[in-house]
């Protein structure tokens, strides 16, 4: 029998915590373009018990991704793959957002489509960000769901004339997330593959410290503020609800997305706060 591997890109509070719960009986992989972060999570889990291999991965650069597959291959059998990697609205400009966030996330749909096992399957941690924009165009939705790949960052409105911040990059970008689950879906069936997101609300991590201490960190506070819970939630809930999506219980979810927000979104709906950008 093939030695199994879960495959965690983005070695920050969320993907450490998914690791840990997918991981006991596993090989985990864990990748990250930090790798002064890679190397501390690898670590940290190998005292802790696991199995652990690590590569460093640019999720913008396809050779990258195809180098993080091959390794994984030669591992054993590519039965989950989680990633979690991405850039907050105030850690880099437009483009950037918009080239890891949304180009990476459909490079790495992409190239581990081509080797995840049957039965296997694949999980993008996204934003509820794509849930607070105003609906976009059918043609805009068509074309986020289904441009090639390689096209995606060409299309007009994603040009950095039509995008206005930051912000507006981030919600598109985790839109984009969720239409490509849904067209991936498709491909990833005919492997006998299932493919699923989830949207965290405001998570206990440090990149949500940093987004807290930053000059938007009130637009988060009122988020906590106005949601149903009052609260931010720890990484581990969010681990809970990625090992349900990618387990047997979930055999027939495919091609959605999972809003883990305690409200926010909710609140926006119901007019009790203001919907940023």
């Not at 005292?47 to 054993?76: H, I, M």
């Amino acid at each position: 029998m093939l030695n199994e591997i879960v495959c965690i890109i983005g070695a920050g509070g969320i993907g450490q915590a998914i690791a840990r719960r997918q991981g006991f009986g596993k090989t985990v992989l864990l990748a990250d373009h930090n790798e002064e972060t890679l190397s501390a999570a690898s670590l940290e889990l190998s005292q802790a018990g696991y199995q652990v291999k690590s590569c460093p991965v640019d999720v913008t650069s396809r050779s990258s991704v195809k180098n993080l597959v091959l390794f994984a291959q030669s591992l054993g059998s590519v039965v989950q793959v989680v990633n979690t990697a991405g850039l907050s609205p105030n850690m880099a400009p437009v483009e950037k957002v918009l080239e890891v966030d949304l180009y990476g996330a459909a490079v790495v749909f992409e190239e581990f489509e081509a080797v995840i096992a049957q039965g296997g399957a694949g999980l993008i941690i996204s934003s509820m960000a794509g849930h607070m924009m105003p609906a976009l165009t059918p043609e805009q939705d068509n074309a986020l769901a289904f441009t090639p790949t390689e096209k995606l960052l060409e299309l007009p409105f994603l040009q950095k004339d039509a995008v206005p911040n930051t912000l507006v990059a981030y919600m598109i970008a985790k839109r984009a997330n969720h239409l490509r689950v849904q067209a991936s879906a498709v491909t990833w069936g005919e492997k006998g593959a299932r493919v699923n997101s989830i949207s965290p609300g405001v998570v206990v991590t440090p990149l949500a410290r940093h987004e807290l201490e930053s000059d938007i960190g009130d637009i988060y506070r009122a988020m906590v503020d106005a949601s149903a819970v009052k609260r931010m939630a720890p990484p581990e809930e969010i681990a809970i609800a990625a090992s349900w999506l990618l387990g047997p219980d979930a055999g027939f979810i495919t091609g959605s997305d999972l809003l883990i927000d305690g409200g926010v979104i909710a609140a926006m709906r119901a007019g009790k706060l203001q919907t940023p950008g």
